[in-house]
């Protein structure tokens, strides 16, 4: 026989009748002798006992109710329940049967019973009235035969074993599912890389907290901060996705330290909607301030240097911010304002945070519009290049042009370069646009080339973006693209903003020494807005520097110009040319000239224009519509030839 557990069965004996005990002791105490089909075995294979286990019992005497459910107690106390109890049906003067039955089964429920009686106190179908019909009781009428007594109390207290065992085994594996179901409801709620909250369960807690607002508004404010990294992108490209990985794993564990832990959802109320983006709750807070004071703070967190594989990195993030109010229709919006004002503060500069307010949604549509007619633009190449002169400031006469680019799209408020070009950048078309201003400048530089005197075709100087520097393929391109049209590296200048340009990435040093190897200039555009940085002007290749419009726009008196003094004296240090850009008058190029800036360009000089027909050797107006054209002022046309622009006066 198989049993469950080692250790004797324990029987217990109810009876008021001190015979009786003695007669079931006697029943259980001394086993019978083997079976005669036992001892046949035994003899064939030898002596079992050795693994088959011996079956011993205990017997415990009570001789009243009472005593008995005092021995069941301890039993229970200890540990060592009784497997059966065999109860007298009559115990004077104490509880009958029946009653000692009930009290024993209040203890312990599991206890299986033989009641014992020699009369028929009860019918059967009345104790079972009195007991309920259960598995747990079975009758032995007295005088009982031992045998009978004997397997009863074995086949009951194996019986009991099994129901513990059974049970056992039923609250291992409940807790095996309760373990596996926490595991999976805590996968389905976690993003994998970050262990943050994910998307859909940050969502879900952000709709509790803005039911819990509208029912008690006014006392405080909830918002949520929706936080994108600065060109994680470019981590990833030169780095590698683990250095990614990694990344927005330190990320979020800075996140989440410092972060409050949400005791009813049990966890930090910060999440990763995807890819770099994270988002914040941040609850029950006094006011707008405080809550851009806490965003302000976890972005200095997140600024501070990583340590990705033992390099130590360092990368800035923009966030938006948006106020849960009782009129927030929902989760999903509230985190698109966020969103919306996360987009606009990576327009305004990155590294900071905004609050969300109506007029940036505008602008975000504004945006999609610009997007999808761009995208149509781009198909159907509706571009055109203006060229605006440069001089020599000394004698006003033409270096070169700079070719800007236009979009004349026919419709009311035609998007101007700055607009567009950033909507380029964002949505991925700068590239194509670049490729095209490319072409279209070699192909103009070659039908100027034909219809001037050898030597005399003006150079041309081209924007390019940063997102086509990154582009290892860039200057092989620009070389195939040279070399088709006939243009030589020195009829070329480029012009690369330093804004765009991502630090350390070796594509962009690589391509734009490529381009200094084919005798191509390259100028750092827009300098003194940014960073104006030494290094980038020493890491790069570069040949000259634009001075910002904005530099000589601020410039009302003489002293003012002690900036533009200093960039001209450091760019001779380094032996770098330098144009000054939006001289729009007579005396700022006067005082120009006078500082010794080499080069200039401005309305007052020339403004952009179109060159329509390179045979007329004039060049009529820009865009009847351009806003550059003020009314009053002499436009472009009035250019007798190109090669030495006459000045507005
Ligand atoms: P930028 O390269 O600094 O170009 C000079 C901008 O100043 C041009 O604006 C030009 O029209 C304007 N400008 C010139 N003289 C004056 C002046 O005296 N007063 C004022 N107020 N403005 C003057 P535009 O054409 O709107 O271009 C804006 C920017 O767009 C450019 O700034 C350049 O960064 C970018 N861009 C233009 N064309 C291209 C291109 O083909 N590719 C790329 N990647 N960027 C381009
Ligand atoms: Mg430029
Ligand atoms: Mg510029």
């Known amino acids: 026989m198989q049993r469950v557990s080692s250790g004797p069965y324990r029987i217990l004996i109810v009876d008021d009748s001190p015979s009786i005990h003695e007669d079931f002791r006697r029943v259980f105490e001394s086993l019978p002798a083997l079976s005669s089909l036992e001892a046949a075995e035994q003899d064939l294979f030898g ?99 031992r045998v009978e007594a004997l397997l009863m109390g074995l086949a009951l207290s194996e019986k009991r074993e099994w129901i513990a065992a059974a049970r056992a085994h039923m609250a291992r594996l409940e ?141 800035r993030a923009s966030a938006g911010l948006a106020v849960v109010d009782a009129r927030c229709p929902d989760a999903a919006e509230l985190v698109r304002r966020a969103d919306v004002a996360m987009y606009e503060a990576k327009q305004e500069g990155k590294g900071r945070v905004l609050l969300f307010d109506e007029a940036m949604s505008q602008r975000l549509w504004r945006r999609v519009e610009v997007e999808q007619r761009l995208r149509v633009a781009v198909q159907e190449q509706r571009f055109r290049l203006a060229y605006q002169p440069v001089v020599d400031l000394n004698n006003l006469h033409l270096t070169h042009y700079e070719a800007l680019l236009r979009w004349p799209s026919g419709e009311d408020e035609s998007p101007l370069p700055d607009e567009f070009l950033s909507v380029a950048r964002q949505c991925g078309l700068i590239e194509s646009i670049g490729n095209w201003v490319i072409v279209e400048a070699c192909r103009q530089l070659a039908r100027f080339r034909q219809h001037r005197p050898p030597g005399m075709a003006p150079r041309l100087s081209i924007n390019i973006a940063g997102h086509q520097l990154v582009n290892p393929d860039f200057a092989s391109h620009l070389a195939e693209t040279m ?114 800036c080499p080069l200039g360009q401005g309305y007052w000089i020339g403004r952009p224009a179109f060159h329509a027909d390179p045979c007329s050797r004039r060049f009529p107006a820009e865009e009847s519509t351009s806003s550059e054209v003020p009314p009053g002022t002499a436009s472009s046309s009035d250019w007798a030839d190109v090669s030495s622009p006459q000045p507005h006066q």
Request: proline content about 4%; hydrophobic content about 40%; aromatic content about 6%.
């Open 175 to 315: 807790e095996r599912v309760r373990e596996r179901t926490a595991a999976l409801q805590y996968q389905a709620e976690t993003d994998r890389l970050t262990g943050l909250t994910n998307r859909e369960v940050f969502l879900q807690l952000l709709q509790k907290r803005i039911e819990v607002m509208r029912q008690r508004p006014g006392h405080s404010i909830d918002a949520v901060l929706f936080i994108d990294l600065d060109d994680f992108k470019i981590v990833n490209d030169t780095l590698g996705h683990a250095a990614g990985d990694e990344l927005l794993r330190q990320v979020a564990r800075r996140l989440r330290s410092n972060t409050r832990h949400d005791l009813r959802v049990g966890r930090p109320v910060c999440g990763r909607l995807g890819g770099d983006e994270f988002a914040v709750l941040l609850e029950e807070l006094s006011g707008v301030e405080p809550a851009q004071h806490v965003a302000q703070r976890l972005l200095q967190v997140l600024q501070q240097p990583y340590d990705i594989f033992g390099r130590s990195v360092r990368i």
């Open 483 to 596: 070399r088709h049209h006939g243009v030589t590296g020195p009829e070329l200048i480029l012009e690369v903003t330093e804004a765009e340009l991502a630090t350390g990435v070796t594509t962009i040093a690589d391509n734009l020494e490529i381009c200094r190897s084919l005798g191509i200039e390259i100028q750092m555009d827009d300098f003194g807005t940014g960073a104006s940085s030494l290094n980038q002007l020493r890491a790069l290749p570069f040949t000259g520097i634009k001075l910002d419009r904005t530099c000589l726009a601020t410039c009302r008196e003489a002293n003012d110009y002690s900036l533009i003094e200093g960039i001209l004296a450091l760019a001779r240090s380094l032996e770098l040319t330098v144009v000054a850009e939006g001289i729009e008058t007579e005396a700022q190029w006067q005082i120009l000239r006078d500082l010794g």
């Open 47 to 145: 002596d079992p006992s050795s693994d088959k286990p011996e079956i011993v019992f205990e017997v415990t005497s009570a001789y009243q109710g009472a005593e008995a459910l005092t021995k069941v107690k301890e039993a229970q106390e200890r540990h060592r329940p009784f497997g059966a109890a065999f109860v007298d049906m009559r115990m004077p003067p104490g509880w009958n049967g029946v009653q000692t039955i009930r009290e024993l089964w209040n203890v312990d429920p599991d206890l299986q019973i033989v009641l014992c009686t020699a009369y028929s106190d009860y019918r059967w179908d009345e104790l079972l009235d009195r007991l309920g019909v259960t598995d747990r009781l079975l009758l032995l009428k007295k005088p009982f035969d």
